[in-house]
């Protein structure tokens, strides 16, 4: 059911869907979960994920520690992952460790979202993604803000929701996706997240 979704997970599955679709070769996806953007025809994908109990994954392992060979990936998919790492940038580092010249990095992180884990960490600026990421020497070719403020209104409300029973949740839900459409545009003051593209370049 399409409003069991978060306003923000609505958004964000459509812009990763479109991105992946671009990529080829080797990917890896950081974090993988139940891995719905790497499952794609064109793609060998490895799934990684520190915890292998609630989903299939290649390997398990810490993302501050990929077991993985350098120049070696062609993509690397990294969806809602780094306000989960105790240090990111050591984290993108060993993405572009992994990385092949001109390998791309697909990642998204949110802003204007509820705390939803013991080891969520961080909320990263737009500024403080691109700063990390050119300070590693990754070229940045998209920052993409996701929504603005009704939809990270929304996106609060829809979580919020989660804790009653169907009868409440499913009307605050279906409130929540409508108020998510009263958005013209994406605000990046007001976002509830980014969805980020970067390269490794050739040298």
């Known amino acids: 059911m399409a409003i069991c979704r978060t306003p923000r997970r609505k958004l964000l599955d459509q812009a ?32 990684l994920d520190i915890d292998k109990s609630s ?3 290649d390997v398990v392992a810490d993302a ?5 060979r350098g120049r070696s990936v062609n993509a690397v998919i990294c969806t809602e992952v780094l306000e989960h790492l105790e240090k990111p940038g050591e984290a993108l580092e060993e993405v572009r460790r992994v990385l092949v010249n001109d390998g791309v990095l ?8 509820p705390l939803h884990d013991e ?10 993604v691109r700063r990390i990421l050119e300070e590693l020497g990754f070229s940045v ?17 829809h979580v ?8 409440i949740k499913y009307p605050l839900w279906l409130f929540a996706h409508l108020l998510s459409r009263l958005d013209r545009g994406c605000s990046e003051a007001w976002t509830t997240g980014y969805v980020v593209v970067a390269r490794k370049p050739c040298s």
Not at 17 to 37: E, H, N, W
Not at 64 to 68: T, Y
Not at 119 to 128: A, F, H, L, M, S
């Open 16 to 47: 990763m869907f479109k991105l992946c679709r671009g990529i080829k070769g080797v990917v890896l996806d950081v974090g993988a979960g139940a891995s719905p953007y790497s499952q794609l025809p064109q793609v060998k994908s490895i799934r």
């Open 55 to 57: 989903h299939k994954v």
């Open 64 to 68: 501050h520690h990929l077991p993985i």
């Open 106 to 113: 697909i990642l998204s992180t949110p802003f204007l979202y």
């Open 119 to 128: 080891k969520d960490y961080w909320r990263i600026t737009p500024r403080g």
């Open 141 to 157: 070719d998209l920052i993409e803000s996701q929504g603005g403020l009704f939809t990270s209104v929304g996106s609060l409300i």
């Open 160 to 167: 919020w929701g989660e804790r009653f029973p169907p009868l």
